[in-house]
T-cell receptor, first 114, second 113 residues
Framework: ETGVTQTPRHLVMGMTNKKSLKCEQHLGHNAMYWYKQSAKKPLELMFVYNFKEQTENNSVPSRFSPECPNSSHLFLHLHTLQPEDSALYLC?????????????FGPGTRLLVL | GNSVTQMEGPVTLSEEAFLTINCTYTATGYPSLFWYVQYPGEGLQLLLKATKADDKGSNKGFEATYRKETTSFHLEKGSVQVSDSAVYFCALRIERSQGNLIFGKGTKLSVKP
């Protein structure tokens, strides 16, 4: 079983649509993350969940709404997005508290907003 | 603050050439250092890591040594292959931080046959 999976892999949506990105980790980790990767920009951390509690929100617009129902699943709900939100959205997980804690990434969802 | 600086790309090499991708960091604590690789159309994969000074991380022929005195973590490979074509990201994590990674901007490597 692949460590971190994301669905869908590709998504095209209009600015008035509502969609959700899903991430699932099979590593037994207790922390999950959403990142945004845009062309020619560094990876941007969006949200952090630790033991299902959101511990960080890096000034992300409210049109992005995360949900973490349990330690294995993470969602990113999208509504009324803008074309500049088109990017690769990456999910990651890690085991917080380990001295050598490492984040493991999923393959990403390539999002295009028209 | 904490930051990572990587050499600007793209880097274009011939097969079997020697590779160096420079990475330097600024950190207020005691960071762990990472190299991630992103192949075309995919997410990031952990390539190697080092958690303390003088540690050497290695994987798939790639190596990087944690140099505290020069605050560097340069990535090297003795003989690159076409399949190594990807974007390489240097990253750091501060001990006892939230667990967040701070990434460099990435360096695109293209290896020609």
């Amino acid at each position: 079983e692949t460590g971190v999976t994301q669905t869908p892999r590709h998504l095209v949506m209009g600015m008035t649509n509502k969609k959700s990105l899903k991430c699932e980790q099979h590593l037994g980790h207790n922390a999950m993350y959403w990142y945004k990767q845009s062309a020619k920009k560094p990876l941007e951390l969006m949200f952090v969940y630790n033991f299902k509690e959101q511990t960080e929100n890096n000034s992300v617009p409210s049109r992005f709404s995360p949900e973490c129902p349990n330690s294995s699943h993470l969602f990113l709900h999208l509504h009324t997005l803008q074309p500049e939100d088109s990017a690769l959205y990456l999910c990651a997980s890690s085991q917080e508290g380990l001295a050598e804690e490492t984040q493991y990434f999923g393959p990403g969802t390539r999002l295009l907003v028209l | 603050g904490n930051s990572v600086t990587q050499m600007e790309g793209p880097v274009t090499l011939s097969e079997e050439a020697f590779l160096t991708i420079n990475c330097t960091y600024t950190a207020t604590g005691y960071p762990s250092l990472f190299w991630y690789v992103q192949y075309p159309g995919e997410g990031l994969q952990l390539l190697l890591k080092a958690t303390k000074a003088d540690d050497k991380g290695s994987n798939k022929g790639f190596e990087a040594t944690y140099r505290k005195e020069t605050t560097s973590f340069h990535l090297e490979k003795g003989s690159v292959q076409v399949s190594d074509s990807a974007v390489y990201f240097c990253a750091l994590r501060i001990e006892r931080s939230q667990g967040n990674l701070i990434f460099g901007k990435g360096t695109k490597l293209s290896v020609k046959p």
